[in-house]
């Protein structure tokens, strides 16, 4: 298989430890990936990184049977012992990304948000595209630091996702939060173009909630 990611913000994001340096990019992706995949090989031509990667594991119906009782645990609040599977899961399906979306969340859930986002980041490095892990880690960056400008970089590549508008009109209103109306209109226009004038649809906010069917909605991937 492949992950292939444009050399751009977002990537830099993902391996701050590269320096915005090409050569070191490719021997922290390398690094990493080998982490997780048998073979790795990396190549960085045109602004673009492509990861050509031999599977370890293979997804299994063992896998989505202990990631569903993960869920569930997670579901109703039983954080450690989904905590306890999910790294159980991640060490025998390392090239899964779900895990540690997961992991992401409950740490967030617990208020750590800096162990929330090393999760994530992983869910990204693995899985570039992953809506929620890329929702979530913005949500935090903006919500918890208050760092609008480093949650615009995982925001972004959204917008190429085919995103749900209800996560587009909310960016928007995190950017409003921050005074940048104009972002913040494109944003809200984009997410009430696609939504069909669904009524109440835009009276979500960012906090965080705890019920069971938030909970339910995150753990699959939709974080409103």
């Not at 090409?22 to 045109?46: Q, R, W």
């Not at 997410?191 to 339910?216: I, P, V």
């Amino acid at each position: 298989m492949q992950i292939v990611i444009p050399i751009n913000d977002f990537l830099w994001q993902l391996f701050p430890e590269a320096k915005q340096s090409m050569g070191e990019l490719k021997s922290a992706m390398t690094e990493f990936y080998k982490k997780h995949y048998d073979e790795v090989t990396v190549d960085i031509k045109d602004d673009i990184a492509t990861i050509s990667l031999q599977e370890r594991s293979i997804t299994t119906q063992t896998y989505r049977n202990n990631l569903n009782k993960a869920v569930k645990l997670y579901e109703t609040g039983q954080f450690d012992k989904a905590e306890e599977n999910l790294i159980k899961i991640k060490e025998e399906f390392p090239n899964e990304a779900d895990p540690y979306r997961l992991l992401g969340h409950i740490k967030w859930e617990l208020n750590h948000p800096d162990d929330a986002i090393n999760y994530l980041i992983d869910a990204l490095r693995l899985d570039p595209e992953n809506m929620a892990a890329l929702t979530l880690i913005g949500n935090i960056f903006s919500v918890h630091f208050e760092d609008i400008d480093t949650a615009l970089k995982y925001y972004n590549p959204i917008l190429d996702i085919q995103p749900d508008p209800i996560v587009l009109y909310n960016v928007g209103m995190s950017l409003l939060k921050f005074d940048r109306k104009e972002e913040a209109a494109d944003w809200a226009f984009e997410g009430a173009a696609d939504s069909d004038n669904k009524s109440g649809c835009y009276k979500r906010t960012w906090s965080k909630r705890k019920n069971e069917r938030l909970r339910h909605r995150m753990a699959w991937g939709d974080t409103w």
